[in-house]
């Protein structure tokens, strides 16, 4: 099994920064992506940022440019630093891992928590 420590998170008010950390363990598991995924309040959850063991990166489009996603893949660690932060971000934010388990080859989803991120106006 994979076990997913998150920390970060909390309540900030309009233009400020927060920074969310995880951390994935697991014996047999080859940890190839990992990433952030958010849920709003009546909202379906949506990717936020993913960073891939090459270090590709992916951002949805309304946190480009403020958000900044980066992994320590030695310690299967994945970190998000939100800058610039709106009301509009303000959710549950889920840690994600896809690692490969190596006696099955095969590929599953893992997620945290879930961190409450609230930006106040």
């Known amino acids: 099994q994979v076990q997913l420590v998150e920390s970060g998170g909390g309540l900030v008010q309009s233009g400020g920064s927060l920074r969310l950390s995880c951390a994935a363990s697991g014996s047999g598991f080859r940890f190839n992506i990992m990433g952030w995924y958010r849920q709003a309040p009546g909202k379906q959850r949506e990717l936020v940022a993913d960073?891939?063991?090459?270090?590709?990166?992916n951002y949805v489009d309304t946190v480009k440019g403020r958000f900044t996603i980066s992994g320590d893949y030695a310690k299967n660690t994945v970190y998000l630093q939100m800058n610039s932060l709106k009301p509009k971000d303000t959710a549950v934010y889920y840690c994600?891992?896809?690692?490969?388990?190596?006696?099955?080859?095969?590929?599953?989803?893992?997620w945290g928590q879930g961190t409450q991120v609230t930006v106040s106006s």
């Open positions: 994600n891992v896809r690692p490969l388990e190596l006696r099955y080859a095969q590929v599953r989803d893992y």
């Open positions: 960073i891939t063991a090459g270090g590709r990166t």
